[in-house]
Nanobody
């Protein structure tokens, strides 16, 4: 099992920046990939970004490319998502996820955090 705990969510104004973090523990060697998904009220959970833990390759949703940066601290087993130029449509619960295969599909991820709320005020 891999345990994931997100932190860093909060309230930010449109155009502002925020960084969310995800601390991984447990059998972290089971996770080749870590990523972020988000879910807004009444909408399906959608892919935001992912990073291959060892190689560092990254993936981004079109909606966030150029505004969000995913990174990881391998020594601390911590994942980050730096969000800038935030828009009201970015408001959602952001979930950290970990899995054995690199990609954007939800079914590639076996472990999920509890989520952290990001609120963007217009």
């Amino acid at each position: 099992q891999v345990q994931l705990v997100e932190s860093g969510g909060g309230l930010v104004h449109t155009g502002g920046s925020l960084t969310v973090s995800c601390a991984a523990s447990g059998r972290t060697f089971n996770a080749n990939t870590m990523g972020w998904f988000r879910q807004a009220p009444g909408k399906e959970r959608e892919f935001v970004s992912a990073i291959h833990w060892s190689a560092g390759a990254t993936l981004y949703a079109d909606s966030v490319r150029g505004r969000f940066i995913i990174s990881r601290d391998k020594a601390k087993f911590t994942l980050y998502l730096q969000m800038s130029s935030l828009k009201p449509e970015d408001m959602a619960v952001y979930y950290c996820a970990a899995g054995g295969r690199f990609g954007t599909r939800r079914d590639l991820y076996d472990y999920w955090g509890q989520g952290t709320q990001v609120t963007v005020s217009s």
